[in-house]
């Protein structure tokens, strides 16, 4: 549990439209991390869509239009597995708060995914990012264990971790920059 509540097994993006037996082809992954960042920050860093390749290793390449209705094409590259190109749908832009977007493996219902990345605020200075996905389609039970419980998930970590990494580089040097004056 984290501010803000529990993380259901089934969150509302695999919820919505579900039913018994499709729940078998429903498959999510979530991950979070504490950032010693403020949201504001962390938010800039992770919607600088033209700055992705100077810290982030596993979408290294996005751009597009980031609002709702938008597009984006973005490059994932999950570790140990060549880079993959995708049009992805903004579905949402909540600023500070929530970033979504809806993506397809080659074409509808064979594997859909639902992403979210929410930011909370834990303090002052410290925003707790989570990051899922929630799968749906045909392909899931085939794909699940072998890559998108494994590649695709050290992928999420990997992203979490850089993204902490460069909010928290830029909260020291923003900080620096106010003693100093």
């Known amino acids: 549990m984290f501010a803000g509540g529990p993380i259901s097994f089934y969150?509302?993006?695999?919820?919505?439209?579900?039913?018994?037996?499709?729940?078998?082809?429903?498959?999510?992954?979530?991950?979070?991390?504490?950032?010693?960042?403020?949201?504001?920050?962390?938010?800039?860093?992770?919607?600088?869509?033209?700055?992705?390749?100077?810290?982030?290793?596993?979408?290294?390449?996005?751009?597009?239009?980031?609002?709702?209705?938008?597009?984006?094409?973005i490059k994932i590259r999950p570790p140990g597995r060549e880079a993959q190109d995708y049009r992805v749908r903004i579905l949402e832009v909540e600023t500070e708060r929530r970033l979504r977007w809806l993506g397809h493996f080659h074409v509808p219902g064979l594997i859909d995914g639902d992403h979210w990345f929410e930011l909370r605020v834990v303090g002052p200075n410290t925003t707790h990012l989570v990051q899922r996905e929630c799968f749906r389609g045909i392909v899931v039970p085939l794909t699940w264990k072998r890559f998108l419980d494994t590649h695709l998930r050290a992928g999420f970590e990997?992203?979490?971790?850089?993204?902490?990494?460069?909010?928290?580089?830029?909260?020291?040097q923003r900080h620096g920059v106010v003693q100093q004056l």
Do not use: H
Request: glycine letters at 6%.
């Open 158 to 172: 990997t992203l979490n971790r850089e993204l902490k990494a460069a909010a928290e580089r830029a909260a020291r």
């Open 11 to 73: 969150p509302v993006c695999c919820q919505n439209g579900v039913n018994d037996a499709e729940r078998v082809l429903v498959k999510e992954i979530c991950t979070s991390i504490d950032i010693d960042s403020p949201a504001a920050l962390v938010w800039d860093i992770l919607t600088d869509l033209k700055n992705y390749s100077t810290w982030n290793s596993f979408i290294p390449k996005a751009e597009g239009d980031l609002r709702p209705g938008g597009s984006l094409k």
